[in-house]
């Protein structure tokens, strides 16, 4: 961490209530800020509670190509909900084209430097563009989620991405904290979390866990657990 990541990370200590780190957190950030948001709980409750919040949001979400169409059902609920706008980004087309012409449709499954291909193709490139521009960005990222994840701040610098900002304001509550705040204001959620899925990404990489399972087992299952993210949150 840098001297100015450290100096705005001491501006938000003491504080581990959601809605707290988001009131402060925005007031650090000087321009333009968005949350990306695949419809997960995390992410529905942050749109939730951003409806407090007197400043503006963009809310831009990643069609990978691959989603589920429960995924798409859910964001189209959610829209029409709040009556927001959402910037939908999709990857590069001359980049899939080439991916699928050369290495086929599951190409990801065969290597681990094969699926991070596919990701950063499908994902990370056009983060990058829904980026461009902004002081800062929201995710909705829990410590609990993943080993990946264990050192997760509430606010961060986000070296990968330029310097700029990025808040988590949901870093230190827990599956069940995050579904009771769903639960109680009565939201919609993904209807792929009633047959089992916790952690919904791309239709072909996901599927249903067991109970106690890592919240993440479900996501990219053929993989070692250090490996699970997309390139999405690299830190
Ligand atoms: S999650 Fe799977 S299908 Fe989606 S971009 Fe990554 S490797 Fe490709």
């Known amino acids: 961490m840098n001297l100015a990541a450290e100096q705005i990370s001491t501006r938000l200590s003491g504080i ?14 000087e321009g333009p800020v968005a949350l990306a ?38 964001a189209e609920t959610i829209r029409l909900r709040y009556g927001i706008e959402i910037d939908w980004y999709f ?19 065969e290597s681990l430097e094969n699926r991070h291909q596919c990701c950063h193709i499908r994902k990370v490139e056009p983060l990058q ?3 461009k521009g902004l002081a800062g960005w929201i995710t909705g990222q829990r ?16 070296q990968v991405n330029g310097g700029i900002i ?15 705040y769903l639960k109680q204001q009565r939201l919609p959620c993904n209807r792929l979390h009633q047959s089992g899925y916790l952690s919904i990404g791309c239709a072909p990489c996901s599927r249903a866990v067991q109970p106690g399972e890592d919240a993440r087992a479900g ?5 070692n657990p250090e490996h699970k993210e997309c390139g999405l949150h690299k830190r």
């Open 16 to 29: 581990t209530d959601p809605q707290g780190i988001l009131r402060k957190g925005l007031a650090l950030i």
């Open 129 to 131: 563009r829904a980026l």
């Open 143 to 158: 410590r609990e989620q993943a080993t990946t994840r264990g050192g997760l701040q509430p606010i961060e610098v986000d």
């Open 37 to 74: 948001s695949s419809f997960s709980i995390e992410d529905i409750v942050l749109i939730d509670m951003l409806q407090q919040c007197e400043r503006q949001v963009r809310i831009f979400a990643i069609d990978t190509g691959r989603l589920n169409e429960e995924t798409l059902e859910i």
């Open 91 to 109: 990857p590069q087309q001359t980049a899939v084209e080439q991916l699928e012409r050369e290495k086929g449709l599951f190409s990801f499954r």
């Open 219 to 223: 996501r990219w299952w053929w993989e």
């Open 166 to 180: 990025k808040l988590n304001p949901l870093v230190y509550w827990s599956a069940e904290q995050t579904e009771d």
